[in-house]
T-cell receptor, first 109, second 118 residues
């Protein structure tokens, strides 16, 4: 079956760096997405990786290794507003998005 | 960036009534829109894929007669929850794929609609 795994919850300190991992097993691969979702709100797009390597976008970076079925989202210079759930999603061979359960990130002062 | 608007944001209804949720792409044409449901502390679950001018494709386990989807134009898709029951209470989210984005284009999400069925 298809499966996306990411930690349920993580805690980090304001100003620090945190890495949220995502591993996947899907039928085919057409890219991996990271979304941020604040409580009670819809997800917002953060990044898209389809080739191996690191994509940097400001304080957020996303890494992909297709051979390992692995990705991570790296958040630098953490701010209190970064407290949210971070969803990893993989697009499979049918161009369907398979969603992880999300990682709740708690930022402490 | 592209904007997707969803309405209403909140809706409370009595059991047995029907509720319609609208999803609009405000500044782009969306040939494909997706409807998701999210229960508390769970992942987004795709309910159906809606293509303009054709019938929606429903995911396994989603009752097409209960969740009616209409995608009448390139900027509007509607989800109607018919004969709603308390177990249908959930957060419903739509997303639209920008026509220019192709099959791997970015998805833009609506604000979500929280349905509570009493």
């Amino acid at each position: 079956g298809q499966n996306i795994d990411q930690p349920t919850e993580m805690t980090a300190t304001e100003g620090a760096i945190v890495q949220i991992n995502c591993t996947y097993q899907t039928s085919g691969f057409n890219g991996l997405f990271w979304y941020q979702q604040h409580a009670g709100e819809a997800p917002t797009f953060l990044s898209y990786n389809v080739l191996d390597g690191l994509e940097e976008k400001g304080r957020f970076s996303s890494f992909l290794s297709r051979s390992k079925g692995y990705s991570y989202l790296l958040l630098k210079e953490l701010q209190m507003k970064d407290s949210a759930s971070y969803l990893c999603a993989v697009m499979d061979s049918n161009y369907q998005l398979i969603w992880g359960a999300g990682t709740k990130l708690i930022i402490k002062p | 960036g592209a904007v997707v608007s969803q309405h209403p944001s909140w809706v409370i209804c009595k059991s047995g009534t029907s509720v319609k949720i609208e999803c609009r792409s405000l500044d782009f044409q969306a040939t494909t829109m997706f409807w998701y449901r999210q229960f508390p502390k769970q992942s987004l679950m795709l309910m159906a894929t809606s293509n303009e001018g054709s019938k929606a494709t429903y995911e396994q386990g989603v009752e097409k007669d209960k969740f009616l989807i209409n995608h009448a134009s390139l900027t509007l898709s509607t989800l109607t929850v018919t004969s709603a029951h308390p177990e249908d209470s959930s957060f419903y989210i739509c997303s639209a794929r920008h026509q220019a984005g192709g099959d791997t284009g970015e998805l833009f999400f609506g604000e979500g609609s929280r349905l509570t069925v009493l």
